[in-house]
């Protein structure tokens, strides 16, 4: 499974802030869509993310105040992005590997959408019921 079949089954929504706002009105729009992370994108270019992690560590653990902090000063710049072209494999490497959450995808500098590590695990699961099928039905002699 790639990239581009977990986005075709989720969707292709973008939630996303500019870095300018204060953490705190970030953290209530990740709130209100329900949503771990945020793109930060400026002149429709992606600038970086901004994590319920990256507010847990550089606001709260720092002692600082999200109504008076930019999401530029806490936000990650050097994201990891994937393609949409990308296999599931891959992705949860990099997502182990890196020890991140979401992945942007990005395709000739466009934004496609993100996938988190609940969308790839749950993909996951789902290639592995259908193979747990076809091997039921392999060994049972009845076709699904």
């Given at each position: 499974m790639t990239v581009n079949q977990i986005l075709s089954i989720k969707g292709h929504d973008v939630y996303s802030i500019v870095s300018t706002i204060t953490v705190y009105e970030a953290l209530k729009v990740m709130g209100e869509k329900n949503v771990g992370a945020v793109l930060v994108i400026e002149d429709n270019r992606l600038q970086g993310i901004l994590s319920e992690r990256d507010y847990a560590r550089k606001i709260v653990l720092?002692?600082?105040a999200s109504k008076d902090t930019l999401v530029h000063e806490i936000m990650e710049r050097?994201?990891?992005?994937?393609?949409p072209s990308d296999?599931?494999?891959?992705?949860?490497?990099?997502?182990s590997t890196k020890r991140i959450r979401h992945l942007p995808v990005v395709d000739d500098k466009s934004v496609l959408g993100v996938i988190s590590i609940g969308d790839v695990v749950k993909s996951i699961i789902e290639v592995q019921k259908e193979t747990i099928q076809h091997l039921d039905s392999y060994i049972s002699g009845t076709k699904v």
């Amino acid at each position: 499974m790639t990239v581009n079949q977990i986005l075709s089954i989720k969707g292709h929504d973008v939630y996303s802030i500019v870095s300018t706002i204060t953490v705190y009105e970030a953290l209530k729009v990740m709130g209100e869509k329900n949503v771990g992370a945020v793109l930060v994108i400026e002149d429709n270019r992606l600038q970086g993310i901004l994590s319920e992690r990256d507010y847990a560590r550089k606001i709260v653990l720092k002692n600082k105040a999200s109504k008076d902090t930019l999401v530029h000063e806490i936000m990650e710049r050097n994201m990891i992005t994937v393609k949409p072209s990308d296999h599931l494999d891959f992705c949860m490497e990099l997502m182990s590997t890196k020890r991140i959450r979401h992945l942007p995808v990005v395709d000739d500098k466009s934004v496609l959408g993100v996938i988190s590590i609940g969308d790839v695990v749950k993909s996951i699961i789902e290639v592995q019921k259908e193979t747990i099928q076809h091997l039921d039905s392999y060994i049972s002699g009845t076709k699904v």
